[in-house]
């Protein structure tokens, strides 16, 4: 089953998802970017707040593949108890220094997700060098959120040769992008192990707006109507 995960920004948000049984609570400060992180103070008072059991990852924010900025934010995320560590894999800077760092925290026990943007036509191959290296998962988002969903970027067709890759490795799978109710029953035909949402989720699909619990419940609804 292809699990559901919502990018909250406050403890309230989070309480909210907890509430509505989202798998997977991500914590995530969407006015900063397509990646904005939440400070790590919240991200530790959030995490400190919900059920055990639950499942919560955190990002670090849209920053420039430099060694120096991302390993350090890797590791104060890390040190809040998020369950994964969303690092966004934008295009420039230095990726195999970064991903050589990232390794040493891997093998020290943090799980890392590494987000590849479909608006920047990753080379898959990449996938292969983040589970060298000790990658929990690698999920697909978009860095543009004003180009639309995911499926308007990629087909179905790249998608699921996105999906097979990272699970032939033995790695969890997300799909994202400003995905909306409609994207869903075409997206888990693919198996991902999850599909990402911020924007569907809020009034007005706008997702830097609050969450509205009615458009949490529509897709949940659609979701356990596709009965797949
Ligand atoms: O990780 C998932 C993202 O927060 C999705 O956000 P979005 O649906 O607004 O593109």
């Not at 690092?87 to 590494?114: H, K, R, S, Y």
């Not at 997206?187 to 989720?201: E, I, K, N």
Request: with cysteine; glycine share 8%.
């Amino acid at each position: 089953m292809t699990a559901m995960l919502a990018s909250v920004n406050s403890l309230a948000e989070a309480l909210l998802v907890e509430a509505a049984a989202v798998d997977i609570i991500d914590l995530k400060q969407p006015a900063r970017g397509a990646l904005g992180a939440l400070d790590v103070a919240v991200v530790a008072e959030i995490v400190r707040r919900m059920q055990p059991g639950s499942c919560v990852s955190a990002t670090i924010g849209d920053l420039p593949m430099q060694p120096e900025l991302i390993l350090p934010a890797v590791q104060a995320m890390a040190a809040t108890g998020v369950n994964y560590v969303k690092i966004g894999f934008f295009p420039g800077g230095d990726w195999q220094t970064c991903i050589a760092g990232l390794q040493t925290l891997a093998e020290q026990g943090v799980a890392l997700v590494a987000v590849l943007f479909a608006d920047t036509r990753p080379d898959f191959s990449i996938i292969d060098v983040l589970a060298k290296a000790g990658f929990r998962g690698v999920m697909l988002d978009t860095a543009d959120k004003q180009l639309g969903s995911l499926t308007r970027l990629m087909t179905l067709d790249e998608l699921q040769m996105f999906v097979d890759r990272v699970a032939s490795l033995g790695l969890l799978s997300g799909l994202a992008g400003s995905l909306r109710v409609g994207d869903v029953a075409g997206l888990v035909q693919l198996s991902p192990d999850y599909l990402g949402f911020r924007g569907a989720l809020c009034r007005e699909h706008s997702r830097t707006a609050q969450l509205d619990v009615a458009q949490i419940d529509k897709l949940r609804q659609h979701w356990r109507a596709l009965a797949y």
